[in-house]
């Protein structure tokens, strides 16, 4: 399979490329040249396999000549080893809804899914080539935490998380910075996410630093994040769809997780409505409810991961709409940038056909997290109530499922809020309170970042 940039489609890439690279050298985001969609009776062929068969018969076709199906077999099975749930994801009830949990990981979110078989991507590539790697990764709260735990210790690699200083939950932080490793470098930046993530992107854009540091990233806009986690809507629809078509609820502030599943629809997959739930930092909102692509100032919410204003993985589904015009995707994005994009009716008629979207703010998303642990004895962090909020608001729960992105035990205030109790750390990760923090807090000034790294390797 070939890959093209999302600003540049004449020139093709392979996968150890796109992987590696994880952001184009022009900026743009890495996509397939084509997708071949699964056609019926090979669907029917996949619906009994179990999440590690599945996950290798969907990814497989990705990778290329990058390893044997065999080596992809055997690296799921090593990623997903340590989860808590025998089949890496489980499916609860809430009536008619149904809830997919994708936090049975070692650090509590769907990151891992992700992650971990990305982790044991780089070994499989550094056991062929010896070259250093330089992994730096922006985090919203979960990422950064997925990130480390994968990629500790290993040989040949440093990995640079840059998160949000005191706008993280202190679990999520903790999660990140307890680790030892001498590969494992923490920074906390003076500013929001998006001042990370841009922090991160500027690197990847100096082509003389990335390529002197031998750069690489694992941020949601990293293709093979999208791959591994377009798997669990296939698991999802095989376990509960009946044939029919099902409707996704995904909390997101990047795009990339819903994105995953858009991909799944491309590739044959009957899903009806991928719905964009938000919480007040909602430009996915405004952009697909009416056009409004207009960047607002972040603000702090108990929903820390959707604490954004720019949606990186957005740039795929434009390319998309655009009728896959790189020349025209380029102009977008450098309106974006400016932030004068609006997105036109035509276009906005496009996006509406796969996707809607519904915002909660952070009172209601407090009601939300009461509301189901009144009703069905659950408790659910506030990302996924959101999920679940932005169904019942469109009124859209037959056949839909959503998306829980995270333990509650990583949000103990919104959940203190909202029932006056908290959650506990799962046993197996109870440890993390009595570890010793390590972490370096810097402004938002790229000179210095890029000092810190170069510092550190």
Not at 7 to 32: E, I, M
Not at 244 to 271: C, E, M, R
Request: proline share 3%; aromatic share 10%.
């Amino acid at each position: 399979m070939n890959y093209i940039s999302t600003r540049n489609n004449h020139k093709n890439f392979t996968f150890k490329d796109v992987f590696l690279k994880g952001l184009a050298d022009d900026g743009g985001l890495f996509v397939p040249k084509s997708i071949n969609p699964f056609k019926d009776e090979e669907l029917d062929n996949l619906k009994n396999l179990s999440y590690n068969g599945l996950a290798a018969e969907i990814i497989y076709p990705f990778l290329g000549d990058f390893m044997s199906k065999d080596d992809l077999i055997s690296l799921i099975s090593k990623s997903y080893s340590n989860f808590r749930s025998d089949d890496v994801v489980k499916i609860s009830d809430l009536g008619d809804l149904k809830v997919l949990e994708l936090f049975h990981g070692p650090t509590l979110a769907f990151k891992d899914i992700a992650m971990q078989l990305i982790g044991n991507f780089y070994q499989y590539h550094l056991g062929r080539d010896q070259k250093k790697i330089n992994i730096v990764v922006a985090t919203s709260g979960d990422t950064g935490a997925a990130a480390i735990d994968a990629l500790k210790g290993k040989n040949n690699l440093n990995v640079f998380v840059l998160h949000p200083n005191n706008k993280i939950s202190p679990v999520q932080r903790r999660l990140m910075t307890i680790h030892e490793e001498s590969n494992v470098f923490n920074i906390a930046v003076e500013g929001n996410f998006d001042d990370c993530q841009n922090l991160v992107k500027a690197m990847f854009n100096d082509e003389k630093f990335s390529k002197a540091i031998n750069m690489s990233g694992v941020n949601s806009i990293n293709w093979a994040r999208i791959i591994a986690q377009s798997v669990y809507y296939f698991y999802a629809y095989f376990k509960i769809g009946n044939s029919q078509p099902l409707s996704f609820s995904v909390p997101t502030g990047n795009f990339g997780d819903i994105y995953a599943g858009y991909l799944a629809k491309k590739l044959g997959l009957p899903i009806d409505k991928l719905i964009v739930a938000t919480n007040k930092n909602d430009i996915l909102h405004r952009a697909i409810s009416g056009g409004d692509y207009s960047q607002k100032k972040v603000e702090e919410t108990n929903t820390p991961s959707m604490d954004i204003q720019i949606a990186s993985n957005f740039e795929r589904l434009l390319y998309d709409v655009k009728d896959c015009n790189s020349e025209v995707t380029k102009v977008v994005m450098g309106e974006i940038k400016n932030n004068t994009y609006k997105i036109d009716k035509n276009d906005l008629d496009k996006i509406k056909k796969d996707f809607t979207s519904e915002m909660l703010d952070e009172n209601e998303t407090v009601e939300m997290i009461k509301t189901i642990n009144d009703e069905h004895q659950m408790v659910v962090d506030p990302h996924t109530a959101v999920g679940i909020g932005a169904v019942r608001k469109l009124g859209l729960e037959k056949n839909c499922v959503v998306l829980s992105t995270a333990h509650p035990c990583k949000f103990p205030k919104a959940i203190e809020d909202a029932i006056s109790k908290t959650e506990n750390l799962p046993e197996s990760l109870k440890y993390i309170n009595d570890k010793k923090e390590k972490f370096d807090l810097l402004s938002n000034d790229i000179e210095k970042v890029k000092k810190y790294v170069m510092n550190s390797i």
